[in-house]
């Protein structure tokens, strides 16, 4: 079945801490994508980043960084530096199997980044 | 710039009320969807539509029904509204396939209280 764990609940970190939040996934699909979202206190949730399971390398925006390792079924997110405008819930997601582009998220984590 | 919008931002009801939340996208995306968010379960997809007049059950569609009569509008319907549907409930839509790939563009969310 199609699972995704995020087994941190919330993290707290104080500025310019590094900090990553990681999420575990089960699929029974052998090509798929990953996503991660973001959620401000405004509710709206953003879209971080895709990857497809092709492609293991791990990817840098800015002070975001994804590490994306298929023999763990892991795709971790770390935030360098952390500000306090990255507070906010972060949600891991995968799609559902047999496509329609249904996702399925993670419980999310809450991070707190404090001055 | 393209936009997901949730008519109310907060709604407070009575047990026993028929509720509709409304959603209406402007990107001419064929798939909409309603989840509902709730502390440490993440987002769970109630239904979901990839055409007018199309819907699909997702993981958690008892007490809820939904209608597109539009391609841009997508309707959350509560038929007799109980406590235990008090969430935060979230919109989005997609394009089936290409370039943006699996990726949604949410609404800001409605939060509903049943009294």
């Known amino acids: 079945a199609q699972k995704v764990t995020q087994a941190q609940t919330e993290i707290s970190v104080v500025e310019k801490e590094d900090v990553t939040l990681d999420c575990v996934y089960e699929t029974r699909d052998t090509t798929y994508y990953l996503f991660w979202y973001k959620q401000p206190p405004s509710g709206e949730l953003v879209f971080l980043i895709r990857?497809?399971?092709?492609?293991?390398q791990n990817e840098i925006s800015g002070r975001y960084s994804w590490n994306f390792q298929k023999s763990t079924s892991s795709f971790n997110f770390t935030i360098t530096a952390s500000q306090v405008v990255d507070s906010a819930v972060y949600f891991c997601?995968?799609?559902?199997?047999?496509?329609?582009?249904?996702?399925?998220f993670g419980a999310g984590t809450r991070l707190a980044v404090h001055p | 710039d393209v936009k997901v919008t949730q008519s109310s931002r907060y709604l407070v009801k009575r047990t026993g009320e028929k509720v509709f939340l409304e959603c209406v996208q402007d990107m001419d995306h064929e798939n909409m969807f309603w989840y509902r968010q709730d502390p440490g379960l993440g987002l769970r997809l109630i239904y979901f539509?990839?055409?007018?007049?199309?819907?699909e059950k997702g993981d958690i569609p008892e007490g809820y029904s939904v209608s597109r009569e539009k391609k841009e509008r997508f309707s959350l319907i509560l038929e007799s509204a109980s406590t235990n549907q008090t969430s935060m409930y979230l919109c989005?839509?997609?394009?089936?396939?290409?370039?943006?790939?699996?990726?949604?563009?949410f609404g800001s969310g409605t939060r509903l209280t049943v009294v």
């Open positions: 990857r497809n399971s092709f492609d293991e």
């Open positions: 997601a995968l799609p559902f199997f047999g496509g329609y582009n249904k996702l399925i």
């Open positions: 539509s990839y055409d007018v007049k199309m819907k």
């Open positions: 989005a839509s997609s394009l089936i396939t290409g370039g943006d790939g699996y990726g949604y563009t």
